[in-house]
């Protein structure tokens, strides 16, 4: 669906009187408290988040799948809901694909049409958890790290096509997400299941462009449930440091075990130079794949305390960053909950951005914990959405997204178009 922009004038017009006030009160405290407000509405805006093309339908579980209607029924559908997206909220510029659910048949056209919507190719996603319908050996005890030499083949030669298929989109990493493990002890020797894996990661490595990266993913459990191979960040940096310069790690939030300190482990992946990206969501428990911010706001926030920090200190060498989204809606519709986690992230960013560093770094200095823990809640406290609104308004997107959704009947047009049974290839 293609949007209409004068739409957009129209919905700004009717929100623009009540965000003036909130915009302005909040630029003039924060120019106050000796913030730039015009360079952070630059870094608001600049800042995108690719949207997975496995999360533009409705996602289910194994107990249940609750079809919402209007799904994108094809790849070219979901770059127009992505379109859609990145139409609302200026911050949606690209798309993480899935291979094989979203193979761009013709990448030629596929980019056009991208680029009509403003939008290009972020890492594209190997799939070696599933066996295909005509695929030869089964994926069943493992892929890249699997006993026998041909299944492990046909998993290196899968991921090397899909570093064609980014190539042919103009994407310049691959991410792995490897689910081999085991369910049992005993079922197989840790170390020949790392060292298979190192050796089959290097062969794909060796094929990957120069301006490329791989991102490897860690994940401690699912499929699996007593064992995987790259289980957590210690593995995933140990399979970068064995690999390359061009090997980092991807955090999925949804990754790590209850309780798990993630901000620290975004700063140990900074520290050295490996950590490649995201993959946004929220979670209560497992991997959930939740809305953004909906569960541990506050997580969300101290991890991009993490990131401010480290990418603006010189001594931090580390690669420029893919910031993904990895959901599946259950109950929400999938382009509310998109527009939702976008705004989440963003909200975090933009107070990571305001917190008052040199009187924090003075608190760090003199232990003062309780200063430390007031100058981090001021800017964790500061309503900064004005300034994610007034970015998107300079950049012709809508005050309030979900709001223009909603009011636009944005749904309902898809369902009348595309049915209301239509069923989106992802998860
Ligand atoms: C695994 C994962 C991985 C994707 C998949 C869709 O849980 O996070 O990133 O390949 O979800
Ligand atoms: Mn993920």
Same mark, same amino acid.
């Given at each position: 669906m293609i949007l209409d922009k004068s739409l957009i004038e129209q919905h700004n017009q009717a929100n623009q009187s009540l965000h003036k006030k909130k915009f302005e009160g909040l630029s003039a405290v924060l120019g106050d408290e000796g913030h730039d407000v015009k360079t952070i509405l630059e870094k608001i805006s600049a800042f995108q988040i690719a949207i997975p093309s496995w999360a533009l339908g409705t996602g289910g579980t194994r107990f249940g799948r609750f079809a919402g209607g209007?799904?994108?029924?094809s790849l070219e559908e979901k770059i127009e809901d992505v379109g859609l997206l990145h139409a609302l909220? $200026?911050? =949606?510029n690209s798309i993480s694909l899935h291979i094989p659910w979203d193979i761009p048949k013709d990448p030629k056209a596929i980019t056009q049409l991208a680029a009509s919507f403003e939008l290009g190719f972020d890492a594209v996603n190997s799939n070696t958890f599933q066996d295909q @319908?005509? $695929? !030869?050996? =089964?994926? !069943?005890?493992? =892929? /890249?790290? %699997? &006993?026998d030499k041909s299944v492990r083949d046909q998993a290196i030669q899968h991921n090397i096509e899909v570093i064609r298929h980014g190539i042919e989109l103009g994407s310049k990493a691959l991410t792995i997400w490897l689910s081999d493990?085991?369910?049992? *002890?005993? $079922? $197989?020797n840790f170390r020949r299941m790392f060292e298979r894996t190192l050796d089959s990661i290097q062969q794909i490595y060796a094929e990957l462009p120069a301006d490329w990266k791989v991102l490897v993913e860690y994940k401690p459990y699912e499929p699996h449930f007593? =064992? &995987? +191979?790259? @289980?957590d960040w210690g593995t995933s940096l140990l399979f970068c440091n064995k690999l390359g310069e061009k090997a980092v790690g991807l955090v999925d /939030?949804? %990754? %790590? /075990? *209850?309780? &798990?300190?993630i901000e620290q482990i975004v700063s140990r992946f900074l520290m050295e130079g490996k950590l490649g990206g995201f993959h946004f969501n929220d979670s209560k428990?497992?991997?959930?794949? /939740? &809305? +953004?911010?909906?569960?541990k706001p506050y997580q969300l926030f101290l991890i991009f305390n993490e990131l401010v920090e480290g990418m603006s200190s010189p001594e931090i060498k580390n690669p420029e960053l893919s910031w993904m989204i990895d959901a599946s809606h259950n109950i929400k519709d999938p382009l509310e909950d998109l527009l939702q986690s976008v705004e989440a992230i963003k909200i975090a960013y933009a107070q990571a951005l305001i917190i008052d560093r040199p009187a924090l770094e003075r608190a760090q200095a003199e232990n003062d914990a309780t200063l430390a823990q007031e100058i981090m809640q001021n800017a964790y406290r500061t309503d900064v959405r004005p300034l994610l609104a007034e970015a998107r308004l300079q950049a012709g997107a809508a005050l309030n997204p979900v709001g223009f959704y909603r009011e636009g009947k944005i749904r309902e047009q898809l369902v009348s178009q595309r049915g209301a049974k239509s069923f989106a290839t992802g998860l």
């Open positions: 209007g799904e994108p029924r909220n $200026q911050s =949606s @319908a005509d $695929q !030869k050996e =089964s994926y !069943k005890f493992g =892929s /890249l790290s %699997h &006993t493990g085991t369910d049992f *002890p005993g $079922q $197989q007593y =064992s &995987t +191979v790259i @289980a /939030l949804g %990754h %790590h /075990l *209850p309780n &798990t300190n428990y497992g991997d959930d794949d /939740l &809305t +953004v911010g909906s569960i």
